[in-house]
């Protein structure tokens, strides 16, 4: 009989479908008026802990976002598709920018503890930043287990089997709970959210709660030096016959 | 943008070549083969090509399905040939593969013979085009993105395609006013990107956007799934340029919104299908980029009495109205066998419970909180009215694009369900959906699906019957049943298609005799050699 209770930290970031555009001053993308939604490796963890209350081996199911307060209506999504509260770590919105995998590591940690989890799901990476580290941070400040990159997760007891996507193929690990699960693609695909859940969903509580509450400390030694757009890739040549392609590799000197 | 699409057109049929008239043509007609990949999307994309279909049936010659008989056209010679090349060096296309693509219509329904592609690149080399045509009496088959669903985009027999793939040129854009001014062959996504980026949307959007030029749009007056909101073409474009059939231009590219000087002659142009002048240039008023889209997608609940669960759609449609008001930017519906196919052929999954019909509605507006308060007023009334059995709501982009696909892909659904034969009728809303019970009963398994979706909010019903193949005699229990039906409650037997090849000759069922006359003097009028798209529009005066 689990009485489990799991974190699932979520992301609001710019919708995967915008086209990204780069400032003009080189400090970072547009974000004014761009749509954002929740990151798509979030939905599949919030996805995952809901089949998992449903299943009945998750008691509760808590939402947290850390930002502005726009974060709030990705926190909503993930209470819509049926987590119970959410928590909403208010950063303001000039202090967001500098929020980095190691500063939200260490509010998941503290909140890990205070809300007394057994279970923290998060998606493997964001499509913003795609750094990969949040999870695996996180399981570090605990000193709990991690199983990343998850395709599979059954719970088995006071366990967790966890079937990883590695570059070889699938990895199995046993984890022993509480543990830290970063979610891959094929875990499951996320539901839409329905009306009667969307209704439901405005009623449940988001408590916000700013990082300094938990002491934690969001300084970052890390500042972004510039960010600018790939450089344009220049047409191909095409030539017609083997002797032109030796002729012209010679040319630009690659042979 | 051309070649690859070419391509994969002619890995799916063989090789037929210049064919001349009479000949017999072996295999089945109608497009029966199921595509092997599921990948495909709507409409073919630059995105890689289908794999091919061993034996894919070749479509029939036009000229032997159909009872048609050849105008005294003159035919194509040498000297022609060095002519167009003289004119548009290069670009004078008797390929006979390439041919062999551009002679059938998307749906695969017809094929023509012709063995002349031109592609002019302006609207100078139009003229001269025309000119000569018209000097030598030349019939010419304008062709767009080839998206059209009546068979009106290829030629008949061996009329020349004048094709506008490469007058794809963005002339100007006024980010004040909107207004987009562009060659006739731009694509229709295409524009639409460009003026999304400087903060405007196109005024029309359909199913077909990646493929389908603006002119062509014109020259069918093609409505879409934006029309309950911004209103026909014929609202929408400020003017147009045309070459009349003698080659001269009509230059009637005006930006101006208000212009009460003299007839309107533009109105003659738009819908009229190529038949009383090509279009080269369109001037067209874009609406503000809107910058809260919410698209909901809800399953309504089985009704009793008539049409189980169309009542409620009907019900959903005014409280959808009311609440909405101004905010309504779409309202479309589609039945139970709709969703089937595009699960069973696309893969796609319906994103609620089971339900006789769902609809899709899309709310546009400027500010985000309002919407969402009118939105969520409009669910929860119709939450507590029993009106659905479930819904779901999106506003993330990746969202909306999967809610709308369900919709727009349906044809591609069906085109993989067999041969499918496709009516397009507009009818008094509360009988909207009572002739596909009807025919299912008429047909019985004859036919595999009859299914009915389509634009509820402007009265349009997409009637569309799946069948093994082509059969003569499924084809005369539908037609003129179909449009004796409609007909009969006057309504249209082409609400938002046109009539073309393939619908040429039901304009009586919805114009009177006089209209009809009125018709053939300005095609008289305009094209007295009637060298414009022959076999098309209007029909054969007996």
Not at chain 2, 320 to 338: N, P, T, Y
Request: net charge neutral.
């Amino acid at each position: 009989m689990a009485e489990l209770r799991a974190l699932v930290a979520v992301k609001r970031v710019i919708d995967f479908a915008v086209k990204i555009r780069v400032k003009p001053d080189k400090t970072g993308v547009v974000t004014d008026g761009v749509k954002h939604s929740m990151n798509p490796f979030c939905e599949i963890a919030v996805e995952e802990a809901v089949r998992l209350k449903e299943k009945k081996l998750v008691k509760e199911v808590v939402a947290v976002s850390c930002g502005p307060t726009q974060c709030q209506e990705t926190i909503r999504t993930a209470l819509a598709m049926g987590a119970d509260r959410g928590i909403h770590v208010e950063v303001p919105a000039a202090e967001a920018d500098r929020l980095g995998p190691l500063q939200v590591a260490r509010v998941l940690a503290k909140l890990a503890e205070k809300e007394k989890v057994d279970l923290v799901l998060l998606g493997k990476q964001a499509i913003d930043d795609d750094c990969n580290q949040t999870g695996q941070m996180t399981a570090g400040l605990l000193d709990w287990p991690q199983g990343t990159f998850a395709s599979q997760l059954t719970v088995e007891g006071d366990k967790l089997k966890v079937e990883r996507e590695i570059d070889g193929g699938l990895e199995t690990l046993r984890l022993k709970l509480p543990a830290v699960v970063t979610t891959d693609l094929r875990l499951n695909e996320p539901r839409y959210a329905t009306l009667p859940n969307i209704m439901k969903a405005k009623k449940k509580k988001i408590e916000v709660i700013k990082a300094g509450d938990l002491g934690v400390d969001l300084t970052s030694k890390i500042s972004v030096v510039s960010v600018e757009d790939p450089p344009q890739r220049t047409a191909g040549v095409k030539v017609e016959t083997t002797e032109d392609l030796v002729a012209k590799l010679k040319e630009i000197g690659r042979i | 943008m051309l070649p690859w699409r070419v391509s994969r057109w002619a890995m799916q049929l063989s090789l037929q070549v210049a064919c001349p008239p009479g000949a017999l043509v072996a295999g089945k007609s109608g497009a029966g083969a199921r595509s092997p990949s599921m990948l495909v999307p709507w409409p073919p994309s630059l995105r890689g090509s289908s794999s091919l279909p061993t034996g894919a049936p070749e479509v029939a010659l036009t000229a032997e399905r159909y009872p048609v008989q050849r105008l005294p056209f003159s035919e194509v010679t040498e000297e022609d040939l060095a002519a167009f090349e003289h004119m548009l060096p290069g670009r004078v296309i008797t390929d006979p593969e390439v041919l062999a693509a551009v002679n059938v219509d998307w749906l695969r329904s017809v094929r023509g013979c012709s063995r002349v592609l031109l592609r002019p690149r302006t609207t100078e080399e139009v003229s001269r085009i025309l000119r000569h045509c018209h000097q030598r009496n030349l019939a010419v088959s304008p062709q767009g993105g080839n998206t059209g669903m009546v068979g009106g985009s290829v030629p008949v027999f061996d009329e020349i395609i004048l094709s506008t793939a490469l007058m794809n040129r963005i002339l100007s854009f006024h980010d004040v006013s909107g207004t987009l001014v562009c060659q006739a062959g731009c694509v229709l996504e295409q524009l639409g990107r460009h003026v999304e980026e400087r903060g405007f949307i196109m005024p029309l959007d359909l199913g077909a956007k990646g493929s389908c030029h603006i002119g062509g749009n014109v020259a069918t007056n093609a409505g879409g799934l934006r029309f309950l909101r911004y209103g026909s073409l014929r609202g929408t474009v400020l003017g147009l340029e045309v070459v009349l059939a003698d080659g001269s231009v009509l230059s009637g590219l005006s930006s101006l919104r208000k212009d009460n000087t003299g007839y309107d002659l533009k109105q003659l142009f738009i819908g009229s299908e190529g038949t009383l002048g090509v279009v080269t240039a369109v001037s067209i008023a874009c609406v503000p980029r809107p910058q809260a889209v919410n698209v909901a997608f809800l399953g309504l609940m089985p009704g009793h009495a008539g049409c189980p669960g169309f009542q409620e759609v009907l019900q959903t449609f005014r409280f959808c109205k009311a609440q909405l008001g101004e905010i309504l930017s779409a309202f479309e519906f589609l039945d139970a066998e709709c969703m089937q196919l595009v699960g069973r052929h696309l893969g796609l999954s319906c994103p609620v419970r089971g339900s006789p019909f769902y609809v899709l509605v899309e709310t546009a507006g400027s500010s985000v909180a309002h919407d969402s308060e009118k939105l969520t007023a409009f669910l929860e009334q119709a939450l507590s009215s029993g009106l659905l059995t479930d819904g779901t709501v999106a506003t993330e982009q990746r969202r909306v694009q999967a809610l709308w696909a369900l919709r727009e892909r349906i044809t591609e659904a069906l085109s993989r369900d067999g041969y499918v034969y496709k009516y397009d009728l507009s009818l008094p809303l509360e009988q909207l959906y009572h002739l596909v019970p009807d025919l299912r009963a008429r047909l019985g398994p004859r036919a595999r699906h009859v299914v009915g979706y389509g634009h509820l909010g402007d009265g349009n019903l997409h009637l569309n019957v799946t069948a093994e193949a082509y059969s003569a005699e499924l084809c005369a229990a539908l037609e003129p049943y179909v449009y004796e039906w409609t007909a009969a409650r006057r309504g249209s037997v082409s609400a938002e298609h046109g009539l073309g090849f393939r619908k040429k000759d039901v304009i009586g069922y919805s114009k009177p005799p006089a209209a009809l006359e009125l018709m053939r003097q300005l095609k008289g009028l305009l094209d007295p050699k009637g060298i414009l798209n022959p076999y098309k529009t209007l029909p054969t005066r007996a």
